[in-house]
């Protein structure tokens, strides 16, 4: 039932976001404008141009921006269905530990999509359109795909907004005891090559690309050590005044 309610809100989401596909192509293309503003100023306010060589290669391109629509506004639902389906095998006191959390997803999400969006696809489009050659008797222009460009702008987004969920899951198996300060300190190297694979994976073929993904997503890491070592020395500080405490008449 959790899966199938799950897969409803998608669906939902998907029908609501194909109505309004083409705002939201407008509002996807930004950072290529932004990028082509910052790399040609003497271009500023020029429509940029993205290339369709396929006779339904846009409308397969609007599918793709609706399930991507689709998915981003499910995902408040999708998080309470998950936390329902495991919510039965879980103590109070652990009920009352994710529920924080809850909060705590959709914004990291929405925090993670921004950063790609207003930061990382901006940079790394200007970065390409730095290697073009526009004197000479070669010239090199970038020219890319509508499919291309929309599929690294969604791809990025979701996976973003999944790996800022970094500091909100492991502060979890902190909060109930799974995992510790310690063990995320000893298993640093382990995450910064996990980290490092993941960038490699789904951002574009550049270093630049790829250090400006991992880069963040390790320093959430690193925070989720402090926030995992904070909680601790609180549950410690709740455990020795409880330990101490006169017993009641």
């Not at 103590?91 to 994710?98: D, G, I, L, T």
């Not at 995992?179 to 993941?198: D, E, H």
């Amino acid at each position: 039932d959790r899966l199938v309610w799950s897969i409803a809100a998608v669906v939902v989401g998907f029908i609501a976001c194909f109505i309004f596909v083409d705002p939201l192509f407008m509002f996807l293309a930004k950072p290529f404008q932004t990028a082509m503003a910052v790399a040609h100023p003497e271009r500023a306010g020029e429509a940029i141009e993205l290339i369709n060589t396929g006779a339904f290669g846009f409308f397969s391109v609007k599918m793709q921006i609706a399930l991507f629509g689709g998915i981003v506004l499910a995902f408040p639902v999708v998080a309470w269905q998950v936390y329902a389906f495991i919510a039965p095998g879980l103590y109070k006191r652990e009920r009352m530990a994710v529920a924080p959390f809850m909060i705590a997803a959709p914004i990291m999400f929405a925090l993670g999509a921004a950063f790609v969006f207003y930061v990382a696809m901006p940079f790394a489009l200007n970065f390409a359109l730095t290697q073009e050659v526009t004197d000479g008797p070669v010239r090199v222009t970038y020219l890319p795909k509508v499919e291309e460009y929309m599929g690294l702008v969604t791809t990025l987004v979701l996976a973003f907004g999944l790996m800022f969920q970094l500091p909100v899951v492991l502060s979890l198996l902190g909060k109930v005891g799974i995992v510790s300060s310690k063990l995320l300190q000893q298993g640093r190297r382990y995450a910064i090559v996990g980290i490092a694979a993941f960038s490699a994976l789904v951002t574009p073929n550049d270093v630049i690309s790829m250090f400006v993904m991992a880069v963040p997503v390790y320093l959430l890491y690193e925070i989720s050590i402090w926030i995992v070592a904070a909680m601790e020395r609180t549950r410690a500080k709740a455990e020795a005044g409880t330990a101490v405490a006169p017993p009641a008449p």
